[in-house]
């Protein structure tokens, strides 16, 4: 009976510590959303899940169009994307430092707009070991894509990474 009244009471104790503990509100950077001043979105994209993606009809010709976009009220529009990181759905920002350019130069922008255009075909040239293969139904193949984009001011910010559904 003794170990069971010096359990309980040992139990109450720690869930006391363990909810009576403040918080300072002082994150390092591992644990923080790091959010850039001027958000880039991708026009068009079905933002449902994961990262946003597009769809893609090889029977269409497999033609890939991605829109990335800043709001107009953040006063700074888009010079262009510097570069391209394309692969697996695995790829992330890093991948932008450590995989070799996708596109040969920077793509202008327009604006608040600039727009990355490829094929299904190119991207299986330039990114031989990521399979573009179609799957059986219900399954489907996505590729992927990271962009950083610069702004008229000079200032850079790595775009959400997008990915393309390729379907029949």
Known sequence: MMKKITQFLL???LAFAGVS????YVYSDLVQ????????TYTGATTYGFDPYYEVSLAA???IKIT???PASSGRT???ITKVAAGATSINAGTLTTAGNYNTAPIAGNGTTAEFTTTVKDFAAKRPAVPTTLLALPNFREIAFVFLVTLDNGST???TP???RILA
Do not use: H, Q, Y
Not at 33 to 40: I, K, L, S, T
């Open 11 to 13: 139990l109450t104790v």
């Open 21 to 24: 503990c403040k918080d300072d």
């Open 33 to 40: 959303d790091n959010r850039p001043a001027v958000p880039v």
């Open 61 to 63: 010709g497999g033609n």
């Open 68 to 70: 990335l976009s800043i």
């Open 78 to 80: 888009i010079k262009e």
């Open 157 to 159: 910010v790595v775009a």
């Open 162 to 164: 997008v990915r393309v």
